[in-house]
Every structure is written in C-alpha cells, then in structure tokens.
C-alpha cells in the first residue's frame, strides 16, 4: 500500500468513527426557548385589518399591539397559550394557542354590539384608547362608532370636525374644517388618506371635510412623540385609513340627508381571496334650486362630490396588495358670468409581506393633487384663474421583531412635488393679458430609524431619528433684491414694506435653494401601577412647504410654496410630561399631558401685500419665532348606560416679528397668535333612552379667537378712520353650542335627528367695524356669524 493510499484510508476511517461517535458526543438538542406567533388582527364579518388590536399571552407575561396595517408580533415559550385580544369598537376574544414553531395565524374579532335598552357592560370588555404600558403619548384616536351616534351638522357625519373635540386640537370657525394642533396654523397638519397626502380637505368651503364616514375605518392623530416614519409637517399628522370592503359577502349601504346622499357597495373580489369598496357622496342643492321660480337662482349650479374606491388582494399567507383612491370635487356657479372648482386627487398602491415572521416590510408608491379653477368675465372677455400642487412619492418601510417589545423600525422616501401658483388666460384673443406665475419645483427625501424597547417591567423607551433634505430645483426663476431683503423694515412708518427687484435670473436646472438637518424622536414610559403610567417625549420636526393664507381658515384659493432662496423651512421643538391611567379594564380612561413647543421661521404677512398671482411672493412673507404651551385633560367612559368624555385644554399660542430694538410687529413683543384660545372644552355623551333608541349630545365651550380692534378713531372730511390697536390684543366673545341628536337604528335602517346649535346661540366667527348709518361720527362693530339653530334629519338602509 503506498503513502497515498494510506493517508486515504485514514482520512475515511476517521470521517466515519466521527460519524458515528457523533451522536454519543453531540449534547442532546434543546427545545427551542420561544417561538414567534405573528400574523394579521381582522374583523371577523368583513376579515378588514383592525389596528392598534392589544394582545396578552398568560395575563401580561407576553403584550404586544397589531400596527397600523394589523400586523402583530408575540415571541412565546413552545406549549399552549391563552391569548386575549381587545380592540377599540370590538368585543374582546379569548383563545388557546398552541405553538411549537414559527407560526402565522390571523385572529377575527367580533364588533361590539350597542345595546339600544339597558346596558350592562362588564369592565373586562374594554379596549382603552390610552395605554399605560406603552410609550406611546400625544395620540388621539376616533371611536367612529361613538361618533355615528354623536350629533352631526346637517345630518353629515364629519370625522374630521369630530377630530376639534379631543384635548389640544381646536376649529377656527363654524364653517371650516380647518383645525389646529397645540397652537400651530393649519397647513402644519399632514393629512393623509391611505398614505396619500390630502392638501386641501374642505368641501362647501370648508363646512364639510373630504372624509365620508361610510368609508373611513379609522383615524389616527399624532400631536407630539411623532412616529420617525412620519415627516413634513410641524404640529401633527392625521392619519386617516379607509375601509377595505367585506371579503365575505356582498353589501353595501345607502343614505340619504338634508346636504347630501351617499352609497357604499363592497364585496370580495371574484376569483380571490380579497375584497373591494366603492363608495360615493353628492350634494343635490343645485336639483332643489332649479325649483326656484327666479329664473337666476335657477341657473345657479353648487354641489360637491367624493368617490372612493380601494381594493386588496392576498399575496399567499403573508403577503397583501392593496389600491385605493379618491377623488373630491366642489363647483360653484352663481350666474353665468363666474364659475368656481376645485377638488383633490390621491391615490396609493401598496405592497405588504411578512418576512421568517419577523420581518414586516412595506413599499408603497402614492400621488396627490390639489387643483382650482375660477371662470369669470372681465373686461368684455372670459378669463380662467386656475392653480395646482402635486405630488408623487415612494417609501419603503420596514419593521423586524427581535420580540413583541423589541422591535426596530426603519425606512426610506423620495418625492417629486410642483406647485403652479396661479395662471390667468383668457379664452380668447383680447385686451387681457395673460398673467403666468413661475411653477415651482421640489425634490425631498429621507430616511429613518426608530427603536421600540422595553428596558425593564416598568422602562419602555420609543428613540430614533430622521434626516429630511428638500431641494428647490429648476426650471424656475430668482429675483435680486437690494441688500439680498425683498421686505425691509421702515422705520418712520413703523411697518414692513416688500422691496422691488433690481434683476432676475433664469435656471432651467439645478438647485435652487437646498435644506435638510436631523429630526430626533423620543418617548419614555415609567410604570406607576399596572394602569397607570408616567411619559414623557421631545420630538423635532421640520417643514419645507408653506401655505400662503392670510386667514385662520384655508380658502380653496390658498397657494402653497416651497421654501427658496429668501423662504426658510419651519422647525419646531416640542417636549411633553403625561400621566396616563385606565380603571375597571379600560372601562375608564384618565390622561393629563402638559406640553412646550418652540417654533421657528413661521410665517406672517406684510400688510397690504397681496399673496395672489404674486411671482414674487417673498415680498410678502414674513418670518419669525413662535412658541405655544399648555395643559391637556381627557376623561372618557365606556362602560354603563351613559358613555362619552369630557376634554379640557389650557393653552397659550404666541408670535413674535422683531426688526430690530423696538421695531417689528407690536414692537417686536411676543403676541398672541391666530390660532391661539386660551380655554377649549368638549363633552360628548350618548345614552340609550328607550328601545332602538339613542340620545347623543356635545357642548363646546371655547375662548373667542384673537381680534384687532381700533382703540381711537380721525375724522378727515366726514369720514371716520379707525385707528387699530396692537396686533391681536383683543378676543371675539366666548363661543359656546349644545348639539343634539335622537337615533334609532334597527337591524338594517338608522334614523337620526338632529339639532346643531340647539338653543340658537349666534357665536362670532368674525367681528368688523363701520360708520354707523344714523349717525357716521360713531362706528359701530358688525358681527359675522354663520349658523344659528339648525335641525336635520337622516336615514341609513343597509342591503
């Protein structure tokens, strides 16, 4: 045998005595120490995703919540389990579960019923919407079904008027549904529907929001602590998800109101295991008008429209692809010789997978566009005014799951925006020449991470960051200013004055003006007691487009701008101290949240200046600091015969615009800001009162909005001029409304009637001031109200 051989033949036999000694020497193979159990949270009747679900294995040995898109994780030892799931608005579901390996399961929960006699609800049927044992502060969530049987204005179920009763979110008038959020203006809200930013969420001028409740599944406001994930605005982020459709069977809804009519048809798709829901809205005041016997209020056309529509369908076990759209229009047309639309778009295709049932991963690609047009005669010639934001984006999101408590999230975005600020074009060839405002261009992007952790029994800890960049990029053109100011200061007036352009360059491509910085995120819980907790947060957040409104209350003719040159972005630092505290199961929810937030570079405008058609639109705007505090109070009850909640918020919004020592606005002091009211009370209540039928009611109870009023007054020729006092240092009286509407609700009918503004309170949206007609020496103040006692009535067929 040579020494090849040899060494061949050792190599063989001591590869087979390794073999077969191995099960000998190996150590026995353990049993796994946990498992995963992970999966999607459903409605048991319709198998729609339900979100924010809280699971607990064991009591509270393993807790975890599904996500925004349903999903769960729970990491547990392998054996049988007892699982209880509670949601907001559904029944709670206790179950065994037996795991041994990774496992992918779905849950179905039942809705809750709403008993119409009686009610004797146990405590441990709950769900709370605040939840000491998380980090999570600063968030307000809709109880729709709470809210179906609140009073509506004009029989129209308006989630996003609902949103103005929850603590620190305030309306700036009766006909608008523009809100703010912890002092901040109205444009420094996201509003996103399916992830599709909504830019301008008003119909009827702003009476009704774009939001129809048959097709919303729930809304999500985020007022400070914001998610990393989230980015672009300064003050809050509603996010607002709509249903999915029944993928068990087919049926839909119909509904028929004093403003308007709305039907919902949903089903499952054929062929698949998914679903689907259209849904459509329509006002009809122009079909009543076309009754009227004066031939010019027959002529006139005003109605609104909504139509929704969105649709998913299963890929395999874990995987989802979901559409959705929407479109909203208003027209207005008095006579014609003028004629008013505008209206948004969006829409959003998802992709959803669960990854070795750890990893969550999400892509999604949405568009948004915001548009008016105006039609009217001018000059022996028809001219249209029209205007248009939109915007495309693309994020990938992902989220892994070390265990139910450790999870670590991170993503990446990129959009494209264009902003055509206002053209005005005749129709045909005349004297009037059109006026083009330069269309601006955006580019923005960012990425992000964020770790949730528990650090101990009672330590859960919410950290990361986001990095945002905007660039302002060509085709686009700059103007030159003396001294590089288009607003300067003037000190023998003792006011700002826009400054004219001495040149003006062209970019056909390229970076304008460019922006980004760091957005630091943090939330931290300390438990007290098994419900109740301490939290606190700091959140930076930052915003690159403007919106140029000069009222408290956006108006469809709003233009919105990117920052530039001589606009700098808006940044906020917001810190927050709670106290959150559930009783009897979540049948009882207390929270009480006190809150700082510092703000940079907010926008105010030169009086006199004109933001309309303006290519140089930074000749108007000013820029300065402002700061809002204040103290948050919530209380809400969901067990017994009477449920509802009360909030209360204690605040302070304040400006300031210095020039110089003693120079700007009101002497560059701080001053109260537009959005600013220093007292904010809601209760909402509802109670069954006999059989099918449910009493609901909701007082509010606010300070008036700040107010400009003339302190002295000349006389020149006959005519009074008014002297105007500091800026904002007066108050509109106090406002205050009792609400109330009487519901029955049968096994497929709902009956509602309402009264809004029950006790004909005319609360002042405005106050102005004129020479009196009996005597033009003294002025007297005008107040501008909008609604006094108005009932409504509605019904609801469900097929």
């Known amino acids: 045998m040579s020494l090849s051989q040899l060494k061949s033949l050792v190599r063989r036999t001591s590869g087979a005595l390794a073999l077969a000694a191995w099960p000998l020497l190996a150590p026995a193979q353990a049993p796994p120490a946990s498992v995963q159990l992970s999966g999607y949270i459903r409605h048991a009747e319709s198998r729609e995703v339900v979100r924010y679900a809280v699971l607990a294995a064991d009591g509270d040995s393993a807790r975890g919540q599904s996500n925004t898109d349903g999903f769960y994780f729970l990491k547990l030892a392998p054996g049988q389990h007892r699982l209880r799931i509670r949601a907001l608005g559904f029944a709670p579901l206790d179950t065994t579960v037996t795991v041994t390996a990774p496992t992918t399961a779905d849950f179905l929960l ?59 979110v305030s309306r700036s008038s009766d006909f608008s549904t523009a809100f703010s959020v912890r002092g901040g203006s109205s444009d420094q809200n996201l509003i996103l529907l399916d992830e599709a930013t909504i830019y301008n969420p008003a119909h009827v001028l702003g009476f009704l929001s774009v939001f129809n409740a048959d097709a919303v599944a729930d809304m999500t406001l985020h007022k400070g602590a914001i998610p990393p994930r989230f980015g672009g605005r300064l003050s809050s982020v509603l996010d607002a998800r709509q249903r999915e459709g029944n993928a068990q069977a087919y049926g839909g809804t ?147 799951h070390f265990s139910e408590r450790n999870i670590l999230e991170f993503g990446v975005e990129g959009a494209a925006q264009a902003m055509r600020p206002g053209d005005l074009v005749p129709r045909d060839t005349s004297a009037v020449s059109p006026v083009r405002v330069t269309t601006r261009h955006g580019l923005s992007g960012a990425a992000y991470i964020g770790h949730v952790v528990d650090l101990g029994p009672r330590v859960t800890i919410h950290y990361g960051s986001r990095y945002s960049y905007f660039a302002r990029v060509g085709p686009g053109t700059t103007y030159q ?51 109740s907790s301490l939290k606190a947060s700091y959140a930076r957040t930052r915003q690159y487009l403007l919106l140029a409104t000069r009222t408290n209350a956006p108006t469809p003719l709003d233009v919105w701008e990117p920052m530039g040159p001589y606009t700098r972005p808006q940044r906020a630092d917001q810190v927050a101290l709670g106290y959150q505290s559930t009783l009897r199961d979540g049948g009882f929810e207390f929270s009480a949240e006190s809150y700082f937030k510092r703000s940079y570079n907010v926008l105010d405008f030169v009086e006199g200046s004109d933001v309309i058609l303006n290519p140089q639109i930074e000749t108007s705007l000013l820029q300065g600091v402002g700061r809002s505090y204040g103290l948050e109070l919530f209380l809400r009850k969901q067990v017994g015969d009477l449920t509802g909640w009360i909030s209360y918020t204690l605040s302070r919004a304040e400006t300031r615009f210095r020039a110089g020592e003693d120079a700007g606005i009101n002497d560059g002091a701080w001053f109260r800001a537009p959005t600013d009211k220093l007292h904010d009370l809601a209760i909402v209540a509802v109670r069954p009162v006999w059989k099918r039928w449910t009493l609901g009611s909701t007082f509010t109870l606010a300070s008036g909005l700040p107010a400009t009023y003339p302190v002295s007054r000349y006389v020149v020729d006959g005519y009074v001029i008014p002297e105007y006092g500091p800026r904002n240092s007066a108050r509109l009286p106090m406002y205050h409304r009792l609400d109330l509407s009487l519901t029955r609700s049968g096994r497929r009918t709902e009956l509602q009637f309402g009264v809004f503004n029950a006790y004909n309170r005319f609360n002042a949206q405005s106050m102005s001031f004129r020479q009196a007609v009996a005597d033009p020496i003294r002025t007297e103040a005008v107040q501008f109200s909008v609604f006094g006692i108005v009932p409504s009535i509605s019904y609801t067929f469900k097929f």
């Open 110 to 168: 039942v809705p809750r019923v709403v008993q119409l006699q009686r009610v004797e609800v146990a405590a441990d049927e709950q769900k709370s919407d605040v939840d000491p044992t998380t980090a999570e502060m600063s968030v307000a969530r809709l109880d729709l079904q709470t809210i179906r049987q609140a009073p509506a204005a004009l029989g129209e179920v308006d989630p996003l008027r609902s949103i103005t009763l929850l603590p620190g």
């Open 254 to 400: 119909a509904s028929i109101g004093l403003l308007s009519s709305r039907l919902l048809f949903e089903g499952p798709l054929p062929r698949t295991r998914g679903s689907f829901l259209v849904a459509a809205r329509r006002s009809y005041a122009d079909l009543f008008l076309k009754l009227a016997p004066d031939t010019s209020v027959r002529d006139t056309r005003a109605y609104f429209y909504d139509l929704n529509a969105k649709a998913n369908i299963p890929l395999g076990t874990t995987g989802t692809l979901m559409a959705s759209a929407y479109a909203g229009r208003d027209l207005l047309s008095p006579s014609k010789d003028f004629a008013a639309g505008w209206g948004n778009v969006s829409g959003t295709l998802r992709w959803n997978q669960i990854f070795r049932s750890r990893l969550f991963s999400k892509a999604s690609y949405t568009v948004g566009s915001y548009d008016y047009l105006l039609g009217f005669a001018f000059l022996d010639s028809r001219v249209d005014w029209t205007s248009r934001i939109t915007s495309q984006e693309l994020r990938l999101e992902e989220s892994y």
């Open 481 to 531: 200013y003396p001294g590089g100011r288009p607003v300067v200061w003037n000190d023998a007036l003792h006011r700002y004055e826009p400054v004219l352009p001495v040149d003006s360059t062209r970019q056909a491509s390229g970076i304008i003006a460019d922006a980004g910085g760091w957005e630091p995120r943090v939330s931290m819980r300390l438990g007290l007691t098994p419900t």
